[in-house]
Nanobody
Framework: QVQLVESGGGLVQAGGSLRLSCAAS????????MDWYRQAPGKQREMVAVISSGGSTNYADSVKGRFTISRDNAKNTVYLQMNSLKLEDTAVYYC???????????????WGQGTQVTVSS
């Protein structure tokens, strides 16, 4: 019933900026958490940024001051604004949302398909 679709990835030079988007569609009763993760080749997936339903945020130390997470509840969308990009930011970025589907009792985690971000020197 629920699908998350990501967009905005691509190739960018070090020091540049990129904005990722992730939109949820389908029968949705509510969405609580919206998160961004990333996974670089040969590394474990790591949390990048989190935003709660109340708007509180948290970031990995490696991206603090450079990345900003935000949400648009009317569009069921989460964004990740990435500035001052570094080579080590290169990874596949995934969004995750805690969604209660319409007509169901429980909330479930849904993942986007991933979008590649490549930072060049």
């Amino acid at each position: 019933q629920v699908q998350l679709v990501e967009s905005g990835g691509g190739l960018v030079q070090a020091g540049g900026s990129l904005r990722l988007s992730c939109a949820a569609s389908g029968s949705i009763f509510s969405i609580n958490n919206m998160d961004w993760y990333r996974q670089a080749p040969g590394k474990q997936r790591e949390m990048v940024a989190v935003i709660s339903s109340g708007g509180s945020t948290n970031y990995a130390d490696s991206v603090k001051g450079r990345f900003t997470i935000s949400r648009d509840n009317a569009k069921n969308t989460v964004y990740l604004q990435m500035n001052s990009l570094k080579l080590e930011d290169t990874a596949v970025y995934y969004c995750k949302m805690g969604v209660r589907p319409g007509g169901l009792w429980n909330a479930y985690d849904y993942w986007g398909q991933g979008t590649q971000v490549t930072v060049s020197s």
